[in-house]
């Protein structure tokens, strides 16, 4: 079956630009989160969604950072005014409601020149 | 706040070696742990998980991984490695509180294994 994908895979852009980042979960999976992996790190978490509700924003690390998730399903990061320490990996993972493991995408490199 | 430690950043290992990482996080109350696997090229998948009953617990790839409390200890082991088993291996901890779902990450471990 298919797993979470996120586009792009790739994205370059410069600094003070605004990005979007996407992620589509495991079909049926309420629960969505948003991590970000700097080189030489373990990922740290962003933001968590159960449905179309953040049920745990503490890890946006300002108000650059928003994350929607309007319908359950699809959720869309976005970075406003980009600056180059934002330059990450963005994964993106989804869970069931009956268990905590969390299913990882590919991620979205991010570089911001 | 919840933190996670690894203390082997970078271990080279022979094949048939045997393996250790260690892992150890600071949370006062009842937590989750796991540790994922991430091999060159392909993105993070779980190894095995902790929530709760024999502290000892199995995964995939004869893996396996004990749980020690009055430690705040969650180390993985393998018992002989191979070249395949390289890759780069990251604990987890989530509080089993309420409905926090949040992973908190270690730096985490690259294994290379030698053929």
């Keep these: 079956g298919a797993g979470v994908s996120q586009t792009p895979s790739n994205k370059v852009t410069e600094k003070g630009k605004y990005v979007e980042l996407r992620c589509d979960p495991i079909s049926g999976h309420t629960a969505l989160y948003w991590y970000r992996q700097s080189l030489g790190q373990g990922p740290e978490f962003l933001i968590y969604f159960q449905g179309t509700g953040a049920a745990d924003d503490s890890g946006l690390p300002n108000d650059r950072f928003f994350a929607v998730r309007p319908e359950g399903s699809v959720s869309t990061l976005k970075i406003q005014r980009t600056e180059r ?3 990450a990996v963005y994964l993106c993972a989804s869970s069931g409601h009956s268990t905590d493991e969390q299913f990882f995408g590919p991620g979205t490199r991010l570089t911001v020149l | ?10 271990v080279i290992l022979s094949e048939a070696a045997s393996l250790e990482l260690g892992c150890n996080y600071s949370y006062g109350g009842t937590v989750n742990l796991f540790w994922y696997v991430q091999y060159p090229g392909q993105h993070l998948q779980l190894l095995l998980k902790y929530f709760s009953g024999d502290p000892l617990v199995k995964g995939i790839k004869g893996f396996e991984a004990e749980f020690i409390k009055s430690k705040f200890s969650f180390n993985l082991r393998k018992p002989s490695v191979q070249w395949s088993d390289t890759a780069e291996y990251f604990c987890a901890v989530n509080a089993n509180a309420g409905n926090n779902r949040k992973l908190i990450w270690g730096l985490g471990t690259s294994l290379a294994v030698n053929p």
């Design chain 1, 85 to 87: 320490g934002d330059s």
């Design chain 2, 1 to 10: 706040a919840q933190s996670v430690s690894q203390h082997n950043h970078h």
